[in-house]
């Protein structure tokens, strides 16, 4: 029987483990920490009752994946929940924006930007499902659907700063600038605007959707088909050395380039080493939870109502901020992600309480405290915020380095997402998830189609190794 060790259990660590298990593999998962699930732990990081996301919050490319639809993960226990908006923009003054599920209705509340709204937006929702298809596997294959990938290419080619000109007005513009900001990239590079066109279309056709009961019923979901097919795990364990692992005939590794080549880098060909030498980590996240009473006051009154909203001021605002953290200098007022999940799924809320999901982005290995500056930014869009917060629980960039060794830096993509990474990721050549030596697998975001709780660079990590065994 074919033997498989699979390092690390984040989402695509258990996606590589349950796709080789359920081809008949024997596979064993090691994981560092304490708990399984890396990217999708959820916990009460505040006050008894409250039910926090560690990492991952809202799951539009998990749903409708080729690895959620063939293992079934809603059959497994997992359901989707969804906020009455899927994100909203404030701005300054009370304005803001909204993007709705439907198209329609988004594109009518923004007046005279709506018309382009619906051109960009309206067809590529349309075919998302092909899109999705394409995008979700690495750049190099021949594609089922051309024509919709070409269509998709053509708007994701294109510097956010680019596509931002399609609309005019203030509401309009923040609304794509704060998805295209999730990229953190600067607007004006090349393809910088695919991840923002994605998870913008994504919001349209699928909605952005939390997981009942924490992002932790993901895992839970993958457990239980991985129990089916007799995986077995071991916490607690950080493996430092290929050599550890015994005689195996894979190991799939759900880590960053740089500790792949630390555990195999001696059994890999040099020009993979120097590949993996050569991958860059983006800019970091500074993540604040917080308990709020009542919840958070927005004075944009749609934002009390949507499951992520963006803070980062108008579209040029959020230009200057990404563009300084990516220069390594800390903005004075960061580009700050909210996510109000317990909207979506209440039972996640105590007594009145509510728990808020808020990162800010910061320079790469930032040692600074951010805290001041997220209350200062959800404070500018919704005065008395601060009276309102009953407990909080800080996790630094350097601080999420420590509490998963994949985020280097604080850098919660595991890899920057420029140009060169966004095609070929880890490293240019036929199969990314290769390393070169002999049944060993690179199989977290670091490789195509990067971050993500949707477990699709496992799956198509393990379909690979399965390719080469045959
Ligand atoms: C604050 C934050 C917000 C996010 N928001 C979203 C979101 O809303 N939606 C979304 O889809 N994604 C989001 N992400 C990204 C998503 O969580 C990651 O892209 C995803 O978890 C990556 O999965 P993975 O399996 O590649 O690695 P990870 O989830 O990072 O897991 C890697 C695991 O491997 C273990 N490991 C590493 N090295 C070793 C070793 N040597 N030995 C043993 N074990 C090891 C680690 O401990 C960890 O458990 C967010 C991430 C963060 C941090």
């Known amino acids: ?58 799951h539009p490319l998990l749903l409708g994946s080729a690895f959620a639809e063939r293992f079934d993960l809603t059959g497994a226990g997992l359901t989707y929940r969804w906020a009455d908006a899927e994100f909203a923009h404030p701005l300054d003054g009370g304005r803001g924006a909204t993007l709705w599920r439907s198209v329609e209705e988004t594109a009518a509340a923004l007046g005279r930007d709506g018309t382009a709204w619906r051109r960009v937006f309206g067809p590529l929702t349309e075919r998302f499902d092909a899109i999705g298809e394409e995008f979700l596997q690495p750049m190099l294959h021949v594609p089922r659907h051309p024509v919709s990938l070409a269509r998709f290419g053509a708007r994701a080619a294109m510097p956010v700063s680019a596509l931002g000109r399609a609309w005019r007005t203030p509401q309009a513009r923040a609304l794509f600038g704060g998805a295209a900001a999730h990229a953190l990239r600067p607007f004006g590079g090349v393809l910088s605007s695919a991840i923002g066109v994605a998870l913008t279309t994504a919001a349209h056709a699928y909605g952005w959707p939390v997981a009942e009961g924490g992002s932790a019923a993901i895992r839970d979901a993958v457990l239980a088909r991985a129990a089916e097919h007799g995986v077995t795990f071991e916490t607690g364990r950080e493996v430092t050395t290929i050599d550890e692992l015994g005689p195996v005939d894979l190991v799939m590794l ?39 009473a009542e919840g958070v006051p927005w004075t944009h009154e749609q934002s009390r109502h949507a499951g992520t909203v963006h803070l980062g001021g ?84 350097t601080g999420m380095a420590v509490h998963n060794p994949n985020y280097v830096g604080g850098d919660i993509l595991t890899g920057a997402n420029d140009p060169a990474q966004l095609v070929f990721r880890p490293r240019a050549g036929l199969d990314p998830y290769a390393t070169g030596a002999p049944g060993v697998y690179l199989c977290s975001a670091a490789t195509p189609p990067g971050a993500g709780a949707h477990g699709m660079c496992g799956y198509n990590a393990a379909r690979s190794a399965l390719r080469a065994l045959r």
């Open 1 to 58: 029987m074919t033997s498989a060790v699979v390092v690390g259990s984040g989402p695509n660590g258990l996606a590589a483990a349950l796709t080789l298990a359920a081809e008949g593999v024997s596979v064993r998962v090691v994981e560092a920490a304490d708990t399984l699930g890396g990217g999708t732990r959820s916990s009460e990081l505040t006050l008894p009752g409250l039910l926090h996301d560690e990492c991952s919050g809202f």
């Open 254 to 292: 759900d880590t960053s380039p740089r500790a792949a080549l630390r555990i195999a880098g001696r059994r890999m060909p040099r020009h993979v080493r120097a590949a993996y030498r050569r991958f860059r980590h983006g800019p970091g996240a500074f993540k604040v939870d917080f308990a709020v």
């Open 314 to 397: 108008g579209f040029e605002e959020m230009a200057a901020t990404e563009r300084q953290v990516n220069a390594g200098r800390m903005p004075e007022r960061p580009f700050v992600l909210v996510g109000q999940q317990y909207l979506a799924d209440e039972a996640r809320s105590a007594n009145g309480v509510h728990p808020l999901y808020t990162y800010a982005h910061v320079p790469a290995g930032y040692t600074g405290d951010a805290t001041e500056a997220i209350v200062r930014q959800i404070e500018r869009f919704a005065p008395g915020f601060r009276d309102r917060v009953q407990d909080t629980h800080v996790r630094s960039a």
